[in-house]
C-alpha cells in the first residue's frame, strides 16, 4: 500500500522561530497533498492544498504568510510555521493523493509541534 | 454551505452488540463519501468509501441521499475496533475532504 511519512514526528521550539515539517510521499507520487492540523480530541480541519510546480490553496482563515507551503517535487511537500507562538502548537497531518486507481488519500503519522 | 456532522463524541457499546455510527451531511452535489479511522496511537486510514460499496472488518455504510446520511454499522463489535471514526465527504474534484467531528467508540468486554 501507499505509504506517507512526516518528519519530525514532534518538535518544540521556542515562540518567534520558524519550524518546517516535511511530507513524504514513500512509493508514489503525489501532485496533490493537503496540510491539516487537529487539536486535542477535535477534528481534522483543512488548511490549505499543496500542488506540485505552483502556489498552495489556502482555506478561508489560514493565514499564508504564516504557514509557508512549498511542493518542491512528485513526493515531498514543506510546511514551515514562521514566527511561531504558542497557539500555533498543534498536531499537524498531511495527506497525499494517490492518482492511480481509486484517487485515495493517505495520511501521515502527524507531527506534534510544542512553541514555548 | 458542506457539511458533515457526527452527532455522538462517544459511544460506548459491549463486544458483540451491535453498533452504528452517524452521520449526516450537507452537500448541494453529488457526494462523495468516506468513513476514515484512528487507531490509537495509528495514523488516519481509509475503512470504506461508499462508492465501493463494500464491507470492510464487517463494517458496512448505506449513502442514504433523501436523508443525507451515511451511517457506519456492524452488526457484532469487537473490542479491537475502539477507534476513533471520521466520515468525511469530498467537495470539489481537487479532493479536498471535509470531516466531521469524529465519534470514538468504545468497545468493553
Known amino acids: 500500500g501507499a505509504v506517507v511519512s512526516q518528519h519530525p514526528s514532534w518538535v518544540i521550539c521556542k515562540s518567534g522561530t520558524s519550524v518546517k515539517i516535511e511530507c513524504r510521499s514513500l512509493?508514489?507520487?503525489?501532485?496533490?497533498m493537503f496540510w491539516y492540523r487537529q487539536f486535542p480530541k477535535q477534528s481534522l480541519m483543512l488548511m490549505a492544498t499543496s500542488n506540485e510546480g505552483s502556489k498552495a490553496t489556502y482555506e478561508q482563515g489560514v493565514e499564508k504568510d504564516k504557514f509557508l507551503i512549498n511542493h518542491a517535487s512528485l513526493t515531498l511537500s514543506t510546511l514551515t510555521v514562521t514566527s511561531a507562538h504558542p497557539e500555533d502548537s498543534s498536531f499537524y497531518i498531511c495527506?497525499?493523493?494517490?492518482?492511480?486507481?481509486?484517487?485515495?488519500?493517505?495520511f501521515g503519522p502527524g507531527t506534534r509541534l510544542t512553541v514555548t | 454551505a458542506q457539511r458533515v456532522t457526527q452527532p455522538e463524541k462517544l459511544l460506548s457499546v459491549f463486544k458483540g452488540a451491535p453498533v452504528e455510527l452517524k452521520c449526516n451531511y450537507s452537500?448541494?452535489?453529488?457526494?462523495?463519501l468516506f468513513w476514515y479511522v484512528q487507531y490509537s496511537r495509528q495514523r488516519l486510514q481509509l475503512l470504506l468509501r461508499h462508492i465501493s460499496r463494500e464491507s470492510i472488518k464487517g463494517f458496512t455504510a448505506d449513502l442514504n441521499k433523501g436523508e443525507t446520511s451515511f451511517h457506519l454499522k456492524k452488526p457484532f463489535a469487537q473490542e479491537e475496533d475502539s477507534a476513533m471514526y471520521y466520515c468525511a465527504l469530498i467537495y470539489n474534484q481537487g479532493g479536498k475532504l471535509i470531516f466531521g467531528q469524529g465519534t470514538e467508540l468504545s468497545v468493553k468486554p
Open positions: 512509493d508514489f507520487q503525489a501532485t496533490t
Open positions: 452537500y448541494s452535489g453529488s457526494p462523495e
Open positions: 495527506s497525499a493523493r494517490d492518482y492511480r486507481g481509486l484517487y485515495e488519500q493517505y
